[in-house]
């Protein structure tokens, strides 16, 4: 019977910088960003501590063109893949070991369309603090969002 053993990792965090899409030269597409978690607890005298890990995210094939197209820096975002470890020498010949995880599935957390939504409740709010609007104002408002919703689904890449 053969050992069983599983690198499986579940990441959920904010993207430090846009993905950088590349080209191997056989032309397999490759995107690579940074991924920032954060962890907080309370010390037994009571204090406040945050600790924030950074974490080097390597995606390929569609999934790399996926996230070059959807995900941006400062995105919430959640990653699945297997983590792994290579060597390297940098420019002055002194070994480097670089530790990745390559992704094989991600969900974007909050979108453009979730961004939308803060934006209308916003403007509800400002209308109701306004009771100088007449319902035609607020007809026409109402068709601005509903235009606005149309032009969202125009948006998804898949």
């Not at 904010?14 to 995107?31: F, I, K």
């Not at 940074?34 to 390929?60: C, Y």
């Not at 941006?72 to 010949?93: A, F, H, L, M, S």
């Not at 070994?95 to 991600?106: G, L, S």
Request: charged fraction near 35%; proline fraction near 3%.
């Amino acid at each position: 019977m053969a050992n069983r053993s599983l690198n499986r990792v579940t990441l959920m965090g904010n993207l430090t910088r846009d993905p950088e899409l590349r080209y191997t030269p056989q032309g397999t597409p490759v995107c690579s960003f940074g991924l920032a978690t954060n962890r907080t607890w309370t010390t037994s005298d009571g204090d406040k501590k945050e600790e924030t890990q950074f974490h080097r995210i390597v995606a390929w094939n569609k999934v790399a063109e996926l996230c070059s197209q959807i995900l941006k820096k400062g995105q919430r975002v959640y990653v699945e893949g297997r983590i792994t470890y290579r060597n390297y020498q940098d420019k002055n010949g002194v070994e480097k070991q670089v530790t990745e995880i390559i992704m094989d599935d991600f969900i974007a957390c909050d979108s453009k369309g979730s961004r939308d939504e803060e934006e209308k409740t916003e403007e509800k709010n400002k209308s109701e603090a306004n009771p100088e609007k007449t319902n035609e104002d607020k007809t026409n408002e109402n068709k601005e969002n509903q235009d606005k919703e149309i032009d969202l689904d125009d948006d998804i890449p898949f």
